[in-house]
């Protein structure tokens, strides 16, 4: 599967709409309440403390058709860091190794970052997603170190 990551454009709203609905178990585990049509708007004004509108990044991961969304922020909360808000999959696409793909995606269109930061939240298959990316959990967040490439970047 050939997975392209790219910005999210106004086009794109309906089907994330449609792709936070079928989330919902993780909008629940992490908000307490379903996904609503306001939900794709606020993500535009749902930045950490001390990042701008410039570093905020809204992904449409797309083979086909739309197969994920990720909300980040980059160069937050220092230069080579990142901070991801969350990554979606539609519930009958998980386990299929599409939330790696779009994790390695990530990391070849963003080589300066050389951390990664995601909020925990009480979404048991999202949490166990970050251990076998690697990732830290520790207390409210999950920590990915990348190793610096070899060539350089």
């Known amino acids: 599967m050939r997975l392209t990551l790219r910005d999210f454009t106004p086009a794109d709203e309906p089907e994330v709409l449609a792709l936070f609905a079928d989330c919902d178990d993780w909008f629940q585990a992490a908000t307490g309440h379903p996904s609503g049509p306001g939900d794709v708007q606020s993500l535009f004004y749902a930045l950490p403390e001390g990042a701008s509108f410039e570093q905020k990044r809204l992904l449409v991961a797309q083979a086909q058709d739309m197969i994920g969304f990720v909300d980040l922020v980059v160069g937050h909360p220092a230069a080579d860091e ?3 808000r ?15 793909e779009m994790a390695k995606a990530l990391a070849e269109r963003f080589p300066e970052v050389r951390r990664v930061h995601v909020p925990l939240d009480d979404f048991k298959p999202g949490n166990e997603f970050l251990k076998a990316l690697g990732f830290v959990l520790n207390g409210q967040r999950a920590v990915l170190e990348l190793a610096p490439r070899s060539d350089g970047r």
């Open 82 to 84: 990142a901070s991801v």
């Open 86 to 100: 969350f990554f979606l999959v539609p519930r009958d696409l998980r386990r299929w190794g599409i939330g790696r």
